[in-house]
T-cell receptor, first 110, second 114 residues
């Protein structure tokens, strides 16, 4: 079983739509969580960290559900520039490493 | 500030040749990671270093792969001999506070082995 699993998509949504991604992590000892964004033929870049209390950054909201071991990302008012692959990431105490999901592909359509 | 620097950005080589990929982490970061990304397998961790010491190389696919970090500002990933199935994008990433903290990725090296 993979450490982090997410729906690969693709998600095709119209501009202005709200879209949500979920991912699950297998190790309950995971302590740090992130969402990364990767544009085509580019490197992954941090979009936002995910805190236990949830956090919001403009149109983006990330939430963590430890009981169910899933992480979510909500994008409101989608823009064409949001088109990318979104990677869910979890880190484990003692592992000294991050585990990346395979990514969810989002395409925002005009 | 300069981010993670990788070279070359693109490499095309023939099967059997030696390939060396290079990485300069962000100054002050004490953890360095090498990843490989393909469409089929996504982002795979190959090896990571903490304070220049290899901590976990269980992701290195075969003995043909080797990595070194002679000092805090330089690391290499070598493939010898290369094979067509090694074709992928190889990313280097660094982190300031260990593996659980945010990792900053370099632009990657796109390797094609013919």
């Amino acid at each position: 079983r993979k450490e982090v699993e997410q729906d690969p998509g693709p998600f095709n949504v119209p501009e202005g739509a709200t879209v949500a991604f979920n991912c699950t992590y297998s190790n309950s000892a995971s302590q740090s969580f992130f969402w990364y964004r990767q544009d085509c033929r580019k490197e992954p870049k941090l979009l936002m960290s995910v805190y236990s209390s949830g956090n919001e950054d403009g149109r983006f909201t990330a939430q963590l559900n430890r009981a169910s071991q899933y992480i979510s990302l909500l994008i409101r008012d989608s823009k064409l520039s949001d088109s990318a692959t979104y990677l869910c990431v979890a880190g484990q105490t003692g592992a000294n490493n991050l585990f990346f999901g395979t990514g969810t592909r989002l395409t925002v359509i005009p | 500030d300069a981010g993670v620097i990788q070279s070359p950005r693109h490499e095309v080589t023939e099967m059997g040749q030696e390939v060396t990929l290079r990485c300069k982490p962000i100054s002050g970061h004490n953890s360095l990671f090498w990843y490989r990304q393909t469409m089929m397998r996504g982002l795979e961790l190959l090896i990571y270093f903490n304070n220049n010491v290899p901590i976990d190389d269980s992701g290195m696919p075969e003995d043909r792969f080797s990595a070194k970090m002679p000092n805090a500002s330089f690391s290499t990933l070598k493939i010898q001999p290369s094979e067509p199935r090694d074709s992928a994008v190889y990313f280097c990433a660094s982190s300031s506070r260990g593996g659980q903290d945010e990792q900053f990725f370099g632009p990657g090296t796109r390797l094609t082995v013919l």
